[in-house]
């Protein structure tokens, strides 16, 4: 053949190549970015859910309608909101739990931590100390509560992790008032102090009583001696005068 029917020819087969080439690559990536966000779409679906389920909203779920790795994975992160939902929801309700017998407690009651800042007190400590709840938490305890028993007590337990004990007694118009104090450290699981629990029992009345109790046996056992005295000193001279009936 002639050359030029070959070139011509070989143009022609060069065209139909790149042709070819350009179609089936425009065809590939059209298969590409269909397969791509078919397996995009599923991974950014779930980076939303774990995004929201690190925000604290545990109702989000994904949608599962394939059995392959994505798929499983979907469910897995399905059963990690539902199980992270249930759980916290437990700890809520633990937490609630605590804080309303926290809050009832009659004994006052105010946790440090190893520095001695305040990190939960109580109705009942903040009133025995004139206290407020707001302004006290954060700060430290010798700042907020001018005690001396009681900042003795906290670093006197922090010192040695034992409970210590101790009382306050202040006089008043009406009587006395004489609070219990009881201070014991805090532990981890590797049994290093994390801070302490001081636990403030007024006892005010029970000490009025026991004061009224005393007095009333001192008073009743002088008042039995006066007769008794008057009897004895009777029967002592009816026995020593024989001539006496």
């Not at 946790?111 to 006290?136: C, H, Y």
């Amino acid at each position: 053949l002639p050359r030029n029917t070959i070139e011509n020819k070989l143009a022609e087969l060069r065209q139909a190549v790149v042709f070819g080439a350009g179609l089936s690559a425009f065809a590939a990536l059209i298969l590409g970015f269909f397969f791509a966000k078919r397996f995009s779409d599923p991974l950014a679906k779930m980076t939303v859910v774990a995004e929201a389920i690190s925000q604290g909203d545990y109702t989000q779920r994904i949608r599962v309608d394939r059995q392959d790795e994505i798929g499983q994975m979907a469910e897995a992160f399905n059963r990690i909101a539902r199980s992270s939902a249930q759980r916290m929801a437990e700890i809520t309700n633990d937490h609630n739990r605590l804080a309303m017998i926290f809050s009832g407690m009659v004994e006052g009651v105010i946790v440090v931590d190893p520095q001695q800042k305040i990190i939960q007190i109580n109705q009942a400590a903040a009133r025995v100390l004139e206290l407020s709840l707001a302004s006290s938490l954060g700060k430290p305890i010798w700042e907020q509560v001018r005690v001396a028993e009681i900042n003795t007590a906290l670093e006197q337990t922090l010192d040695s992790l034992e409970v210590v004990t101790a009382q306050i007694r202040r006089p008043l118009k009406a009587g006395d008032r004489v609070i219990d104090i009881s201070a014991a450290a805090l532990r981890d699981e590797q049994g290093d102090p994390v801070g302490a629990v001081i636990v403030l029992h007024d006892i005010s009345e029970l000490d009025r009583l026991e004061r009224i109790r005393r007095d009333f046996v001192g008073n009743a056992s002088h008042e039995l001696k006066t007769p008794i005295t008057v009897i004895r000193g009777l029967a002592e001279t009816i026995l020593d005068d024989e001539d006496m009936d």
